[in-house]
């Protein structure tokens, strides 16, 4: 079955400093994976998803991510960070299982920005 | 990408009632997700659907659940009987043909006293 670890279930950061969190996976094979970010009450936005190809995928809002097989991993990173990225983001893995790409997410980690 | 819409946005019921929870998706999307997130907890799978069928359910969505996609366009969850721990968000999600990703609804949050 899969899952995903974020380790880091709460991170503060100045505003303007590097970011990056951390996420692992347990799947299979070569995953989909995926990161969203969450606002108090809203929905789920997608960041940046990883197929295959190049393992440094870009997303919007100047977050990329770099899938790392050999560790399993697919760490977030933003090398400057803004006060409206305060929110809760969510790394997730996709089976690969045609017609049927449901998803696991982690547990979160919630962003905090100070001035 | 275009928005995938539900409502309502917020539905308050009381314990042992049903609701339905409604989701608006682009017709051409063949597959179909619920998931639900309990207040500062993880995301979590319910229901996959495709074709008219559920494809895949997890644990959680248990005989108090079902889903219909009753006129080709809006996609249901309907709680027969709600409980208390019911309490949640609840996002639908869409996947498109060509579309390896999701796209997640704005979400229902449902509170049941």
């Known amino acids: 079955a899969q899952s995903v670890t974020q380790p880091d279930i709460h991170i503060t950061v100045s505003e303007g400093a590097s970011l990056e969190l951390r996420c692992n996976y347990s799947?299979?094979?070569?995953?989909?994976l995926f990161w969203y970010v969450q606002s108090p009450g809203q929905g789920l936005q997608l960041l940046l998803k990883?197929?295959?190809?190049?393992?440094l995928v870009q997303g919007i809002k100047g977050f990329e991510a770099e899938f790392k097989r050999s560790q399993s991993s697919f760490n977030l990173r933003k090398p400057s960070v803004h006060w409206s990225d305060a929110a809760e983001y969510f790394c997730?893995?996709?089976?690969?299982?045609?017609?049927?790409?449901?998803?696991?997410f982690g547990t979160g980690t919630r962003l905090t920005i100070i001035p | 990408e275009p928005e995938v819409t539900q409502t309502p946005s917020h539905q308050v019921t009381q314990m042992g009632q049903e609701v339905i929870l409604r989701c608006v998706p682009i017709?051409?999307?063949?597959?179909f997700y619920w998931y639900r997130q309990i207040l500062g907890q993880k995301v979590e799978f319910l229901v996959s659907?495709?074709?008219?069928?559920?494809?895949?359910k997890s644990e959680i969505f248990d005989d108090q659940f079902s889903v219909e996609r009753p006129d080709g366009s809006n996609f249901t969850l309907k709680i027969r009987s709600t409980k208390l721990e019911d309490s949640a968000m609840y996002f639908c999600?869409?996947?498109?043909?060509?579309?390896?990703?999701?796209?997640f609804g704005s979400g229902t949050r449902l509170t049941v006293v």
């Open positions: 997730a893995v996709g089976a690969r299982t045609f017609g049927n790409e449901k998803l696991t």
């Open positions: 799947y299979g094979a070569t995953p989909y």
């Open positions: 999600a869409r996947q498109g043909r060509t579309n390896y990703g999701y796209t």
């Open positions: 659907f495709y074709n008219n069928e559920i494809s895949e």
């Open positions: 017709s051409n999307h063949l597959y």
């Open positions: 990883y197929f295959s190809g190049d393992t």
